[in-house]
């Protein structure tokens, strides 16, 4: 089989989704269709949903997952597959409401995404930070030293206005660590960079068990943060 003909039968099947993902039925409309679209799916969690305790209750790891995590994915499947039906069908008067969803709904899950993945249970390494990673380097380069660092996280964390994230990204351009503040899922966001490492505010992510008190969550929060996993992240976008 030669190259064209799979790249024609790989879009057949995607174009195929897409009908079915937007209840376009005949093979002629989906030739209308422009784009493949992935669907996203609520990634597992690494550990069960009361490996974090005391730090986060195993309700509130529950509902943000399943639901709130849930959510977005839907969201952005929604969104996505919405923009594929304005192209099929040439109208592109909701493309404001649809491009905001995406934005929304898009950074909710990769945010989530990675939350999960830079949390683990102290028994398995959770608040750890080998002395000699690269990571620890690079924080000490970027902000002098780790202590500053988890100061200065800490209160941006604390000062997100509403709901929100603190992050820490990596800048290619310069080398360097920065630490950004999200408002919802996506406001904020510094272009060229890859976060590496975020924490989230929003109050379901700590309600039940800390209530108004988002300073007792983010402090505990730190005894859980999956350094190795961070470190990995660190060294993939520098790479
Ligand atoms: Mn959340």
Not at 20 to 32: F, H, K, L, V
Not at 216 to 229: F, G, T
Request: neutral net charge; hydrophobic residues 40%; contains cysteine.
């Amino acid at each position: 089989m030669n190259t064209d003909r799979r790249t024609f039968l790989g879009s057949g099947i995607a174009l195929a989704g897409i009908a079915s993902t937007i209840g376009i039925a005949s093979a002629q409309d989906t030739s209308a269709l422009a784009g493949a679209i992935h669907k996203h799916s609520l990634p597992a969690l690494p550990y069960g949903y009361a490996e974090l305790e005391p730090f986060i209750d195993a309700q509130t790891m529950e509902l943000h997952h399943s639901k709130h995590h849930k959510a977005y994915v839907d969201g952005l499947n929604k969104a996505e597959a919405e923009l594929a039906k304005a192209r099929a069908n040439g109208d592109f008067s909701l493309i404001q409401h649809w491009s905001k969803q995406c934005a929304f709904h898009g950074g909710g899950h990769a945010l989530h995404t990675l939350f999960w993945q830079c949390m683990a249970p102290q028994s398995k390494g959770g608040g750890s930070l080998e002395s000699s990673s690269s990571l620890l380097n690079g924080i000490n380069t970027s902000f002098g030293t780790f202590e500053l660092f988890k100061k200065q996280f800490t209160a941006a964390a604390i000062a997100v206005e509403g709901s929100g994230w603190a992050l820490l990204h990596y800048r290619k351009d310069d080398d360097a660590l920065i630490i950004l503040q999200a408002e919802n899922q996506h406001k904020l966001s510094s272009w060229n960079t890859v976060p590496i490492l975020g924490i989230d505010v929003w109050e379901h992510a700590y309600y039940l068990k800390y209530q108004n008190k988002r300073a007792d969550y983010v402090n505990a929060w730190w005894n859980i943060v999956n350094w190795n996993a961070v470190n990995n992240f660190y060294e993939q976008a520098k790479s």
